[in-house]
């Protein structure tokens, strides 16, 4: 399989705090596999360490109330691009978040509340029919 894997969960330092969400679980399941990794808010533009963003009425707002639409849509267009043509099977994504939550995303709020609902980047890779799975999903190997 091809798989497209939220790049913080291989490790990478994109996080928005500078560290990583690094899955062994993950990892394990994805040996073997040809892995694309993919930071969609890095990738717009967005520095590490940022200030953390959610999701309000279809809008990326950070905690600053800083409206950072421009730099999540720029960060899916560039993406989608490098993964058009490669035939993608699946995309593991990183759980809650505003570009890669797949299942649930925090509110807006800051509140530390979750919501059902997809994060931008997710939503863009369902809607051009590329399956998902939760970074917490994945089946111990
Ligand atoms: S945009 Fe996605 S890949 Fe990048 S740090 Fe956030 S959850 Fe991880």
Request: with cysteine.
């Given at each position: 399989m091809k798989i497209a894997v939220s790049a913080c969960l291989l490790g990478h330092d994109c996080k928005y705090n500078g560290s990583n969400n690094r899955s062994q679980k993950v990892l394990d399941y994805i040996e073997g596999h040809e892995v694309i990794p993919v930071c969609p808010e890095v990738t717009g533009g967005?520095?590490?360490?940022r200030i953390p963003v959610e999701l309000k009425d279809g809008r990326a707002i950070n905690r600053?109330?800083?409206?950072v639409t421009e730099f999540f849509y720029r960060g899916i267009e560039l993406t989608m691009e490098k993964l058009a043509?490669?035939?993608?099977?699946l995309a593991i994504l990183q759980p809650r978040?505003?570009?890669?939550?797949?299942?649930q995303i925090y509110d807006?709020?800051?509140?530390k509340t979750l919501i059902n609902g997809k994060g931008m980047f997710a939503q863009a890779l369902s809607d051009a029919g590329i399956p998902l799975m939760d970074g917490d999903d994945v089946p111990e190997k």
């Open positions: 967005l520095s590490t360490p600053n109330r800083e409206d043509d490669q035939n993608i099977d978040s505003p570009s890669c939550g797949c299942k807006g709020s800051f509140t």
